[in-house]
């Protein structure tokens, strides 16, 4: 049986499921995989645009 944690993430607010991801402001708040990829592409310095196409990718990609 696989029990599925769920955790509020602190920047965006919205419940998830799974790995969460370290963020890159201060390496201590856990947030969810969707901020970690935005952080880590902000800090690649791709404008906003850019990172909500990658980040609609992503869950493009996803099965649920
Ligand atoms: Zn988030």
Partial sequence: ???I????CPK???EYS??????RVDNQT????DCG???ALES?????EEIEK???TIHAQQVK
């Fill in 18 to 23: 799974g790995h969460p991801s370290l963020s």
């Fill in 1 to 3: 049986m696989k029990e």
């Fill in 30 to 33: 856990l947030v969810c995989p």
């Fill in 54 to 56: 990658i980040v609609a």
């Fill in 37 to 39: 990829t935005r952080e």
């Fill in 12 to 14: 965006c607010g919205q």
């Fill in 44 to 48: 690649m310095g791709l404008p906003d």
């Fill in 5 to 8: 944690i769920k955790t509020v």
